[in-house]
Structures are given as structure tokens and as C-alpha cells.
């Protein structure tokens, strides 16, 4: 689940580490006012939307005075902000961040991810502030310093100081700095995130060590121990279908493919979109639904994936365990019936009583290709998706 910037800054906060002052604000009268509790300008006002690359979008702006704040605020308020992460759509701005700005002497990057091959989370900073940390990994690797941190989410003060002697910090700084690190890592673990990153963390001119933009990701497996987190989700924000998905109970993840895929398993379902790829084509999401999944669960899958307009051929990739395969088929069958499937539906159906199934969808009278493994069914989907 991903959360506001201004979210995030207040989870940096009760954590003990340093942001600027400021506050959220929905019109530009209220921009003003957060402005004026602020302080003397000049101001930053920033859009607040889920998606990366603001700044080069046009949705961080400078106000030197509180009506340029009202000005700059109202102009950004119900605008749509396209960027390169949300795509020629956009987002649109419901919100701004209004803050102090702050000269700053030196730019840092700090954030904590899972590093899956190693199965602990780790810490990464870098001297290079405020650039994409995909990008310094690929062009500059060597210039990223990396902690893992202790199961219990600790990162230990002589990691931290290393970490510091790193990037060639010293005196006071290097105490905040330090301070700023543990934090982090102290909020990754006990806020159960997923990503906790801050860019950049700024040295200002007069030496104090602030979070300037800040990026969480939370863990929705830890819903039900975060009650409060359901305070902080924008569902304006996600896309419809994933919501949509989730009140159903699926785990679905739109992507930008045509080839609308719906898999029983998390891993088979990883492992199909491989397989997609490598035939040459392209997933239109991720859809798991779940070992058991019956005909209602089915009809539900097939109804998203029909309202995605990018799906040009829907990829069915099941192995029937708890559930039978001629159980599932029928589920097909009957689904693709009542909700008059315009699209092919490719199915690759192994385990449990496959045999019956694979019957009972070659004798449905529907648009139903039947393939007997992965790769078949990926090249087959691919074909029917061009034609």
C-alpha cells in the first residue's frame, strides 16, 4: 500500500527524524494558512500523488509569497500531474504539501528495502542524493553503501557509523545522520513496510539533517495489525481494478500487456508471466486466485480482467490440487458463458482430474483453446492476441 508523502513525513517524525515544517492543504485558502503557520517564506508546494517524478512534471513549485502560495497551490489543486511513473493518464491533485524551504549544502540518499537473495532487509545510501536509486545502481553501483540490519529490525550504532565514515561524514552531521539511519530502520520494521526511502536526505547550510521527500510502502499482510492504516489510503489513488480486485479478495496487479492472465498460486503465477515474456509478449497483469479457487472466485477474475480494454486474449494457467480440475473447468465454462466472453481464452488445466476438464472445455462450444503445458499456451495466447 502506498501512502502520501505527507503520510510518510509524519511516520519519519514520530520515528525522531528531522523534516520541515509543514502541513497538507486541499484549496489554495488553505495553502495559505498552512504558509502562514510555516513561517517567513519562501515556500515548496508539492503535489501529492502516488507516483515518482514530480518534480520534473511540474508538481513541485517555489511561492516567495503567501498569495504566489494560494496562486501556485489552486493551479496545482485538480489538475492531472503525468508523470513517468503514472503514465500519460496522470494523477489528479487533490491535495499539496506546503513546507519551508531550506537551503541545502549536500545531497544524500537513505532507504530500506528486502533484499530477497540475502532474506533480510537492508540499508542503502548513497552520496548521490536525489537521483533514482534504479539508476545509481545500474550506472554507479559502487557508490551505494549497504547494512543489513538485524532480524529484529535494528541497525546496530557501528553500522551506522560505518555507514557515515562511507560517505566521508563527520562531527554533528554524522551524529544526525546516524540518528536519521536508525530511525529509518526502526520504521521499515515496526511499520512493516515494504520500502522506506528517503530523497534526499539534505545537510542544510546550517549543518541540520532533514528528510526532504519521503517514500513508504506498506505491507498489506500487516493490515490487521495497523488498524490505522486504513485511515491512510487514498483508493483515489490506486487503480480501480486493483481495488476492485481487492474488495473481491484477489490478488491482482494491473500491468501494460494484452495478455489478461489468471492463475491459481502466487508462484505458478510469477512463473507464467515468465513464460509470457519470453515467448514475446507481454502480461496484462498479475491475477491470483487462490488454491481453492471455485466459479464465483472465477467469474470474479474474468470480470476484471474484461474491463481492462489492453486485453486482447485471456491466459488461464491452473493446476487443480484441493480444487478438481473438472470443478474448475466447469467454473470456466460457465463463467465465460454468463458473462459472454468477446475475447479467445487460452487454458492450460494439469492435476486433479485434468483429463475431464480438458473434456468437458473442448465440448463448451466456446471460444476455448485448450494447451497441455506453459509454453504452449503463452505462444498460443501470443497468436490469438496479433490476430
Not at 117 to 139: Q, Y
Not at 159 to 185: I, T
Not at 341 to 353: A, C, S
Request: with cysteine; aromatic share 4%.
Amino acid at each position: 500500500m502506498k501512502i502520501h508523502e505527507f503520510q510518510a513525513k509524519e511516520m519519519l517524525r514520530s520515528h525522531g527524524i528531522q523534516v520541515p515544517k509543514g502541513g497538507p492543504a486541499t484549496s489554495g485558502e488553505e495553502a495559505v494558512e498552512v504558509a502562514r503557520r510555516v513561517g517567513n517564506g519562501p515556500w515548496v508546494i508539492k503535489a501529492q500523488v502516488h507516483a515518482g517524478g514530480r518534480g520534473k512534471a511540474g508538481g513541485i513549485l517555489m511561492a516567495s509569497s503567501l498569495h504566489e502560495v494560494g496562486e501556485v497551490s489552486s493551479r496545482l489543486l485538480g489538475a492531472r500531474l503525468a508523470t513517468v511513473q503514472s503514465g500519460p493518464q496522470g494523477h489528479l491533485v487533490k491535495k499539496v504539501l506546503v513546507e519551508e524551504a531550506v537551503q541545502v549544502e549536500r545531497e544524500l540518499y537513505a532507504g530500506v528495502v528486502v533484499d530477497r537473495s540475502e532474506g533480510r532487509a537492508v540499508l542503502l545510501l548513497s552520496a548521490s542524493g536525489g537521483v533514482e536509486i534504479e539508476t545509481l545502481a545500474k550506472e554507479r553501483p559502487h557508490e551505494i553503501v549497504r547494512e543489513f540490519l538485524e532480524p529484529w529490525g535494528e541497525l546496530p550504532s557501528f553500522r551506522a557509523r560505518r555507514a557515515c565514515f562511507a560517505l566521508g561524514l563527520d562531527g554533528e552531521v554524522r551524529s544526525q545522520v546516524e540518528k536519521a539511519l536508525r530511525g529509518l530502520c526502526s520504521l521499515f520494521h515496526e511499520e512493516d513496510c515494504t520500502l522506506a526511502e528517503i530523497n534526499p536526505l539534505a545537510i542544510t547550510k546550517e549543518g541540520v539533517v532533514l528528510a526532504l521527500d519521503a517514500k513508504i510502502n506498506l505491507d498489506d499482510n500487516a493490515l490487521f495489525r495497523h488498524p490505522s492504516w486504513f485511515q491512510l489510503r487514498d483508493p483515489e489513488e490506486e487503480d480501480p481494478l486493483e481495488v476492485e480486485a481487492r474488495d473481491y479478495g484477489l490478488s491482482y496487479v494491473k500491468m501494460d500487456g494484452t495478455i489478461g492472465c489468471m492463475v491459481n498460486g502466487a508462484g505458478l503465477a510469477m512463473a507464467t508471466m515468465d513464460v509470457v515474456l519470453q515467448v514475446g509478449a507481454r502480461p496484462a497483469n498479475f491475477l491470483d486466485v487462490g488454491g481453492g479457487a471455485r466459479e464465483e472466485v472465477v467469474s470474479r477474475a474474468f470480470e476484471i480482467l474484461l474491463k481492462d480494454p489492453k486485453v486482447k486474449v485471456i491466459l488461464v494457467n491452473i493446476f487443480g490440487g484441493i480444487t478438481r480440475g473438472d470443478v474448475l473447468a466447469r467454473g470456466i465454462v460457465d463463467a465465460a458463458s454468463k458473462l459472454q466472453v468477446h475475447v479467445p481464452i487460452v487454458v492450460r488445466l494439469e492435476g486433479t482430474n485434468a483429463q475431464e476438464g480438458h473434456r468437458i472445455l473442448e465440448e463448451s462450444g466456446l471460444r476455448i483453446h485448450v494447451a497441455k503445458s506453459m509454453v504452449e499456451a503463452a505462444k498460443l495466447a501470443s497468436t490469438l492476441g496479433r490476430n
